[in-house]
């Protein structure tokens, strides 16, 4: 099966830096694209952004500037470096791949279990 493991949340003051990872693994055939999302408490699930296999980018209003989510296809894996950090940005932030298990398959969205992220003086 599939399983997508992330990484690299904590605890950070105000105006610093985490970088975050996602890996996907299982017998994956394709993945289209990889994003995240983030929760904050008491709000719903919001995209923050996403990275398709062809390099196209799109980040939520709220994070340009500051995140950069980056990709590796070859190891299925998505990164994203998160700068100059706002209390705001306190969040659970997940992990979505939309990929294919087999080629004759229908693209599906797996999602990994969560990461948190506290921004905190």
């Known amino acids: 099966q599939v399983q997508l493991v992330e990484s690299g949340g904590g605890l950070v003051q105000p105006g610093g830096s985490l970088r975050l990872s996602c890996a996907a693994s299982?017998?994956?055939?394709?993945?289209?694209?990889m994003c995240w999302y983030r929760r904050a408490p008491g709000k719903q699930r919001d995209l923050v952004a996403f990275i398709t296999s062809g390099g196209t980018i799109n980040y939520a209003d709220s994070v340009k500037g500051r995140f950069t989510i980056s990709r590796d296809n070859a190891k299925n894996t998505v990164s994203l470096q998160m700068n100059s950090l706002k209390v705001e940005d306190t969040a659970v932030y997940y992990c979505?791949?939309?990929?294919?298990?087999?080629?004759?398959?229908?693209?599906?969205?797996?999602w990994g279990q969560g990461t948190q992220v506290t921004v905190s003086s």
């Open positions: 299982g017998s994956i055939f394709s993945i289209y694209s």
């Open positions: 979505k791949a939309n990929l294919r298990l087999t080629a004759w398959r229908n693209w599906e969205d797996y």
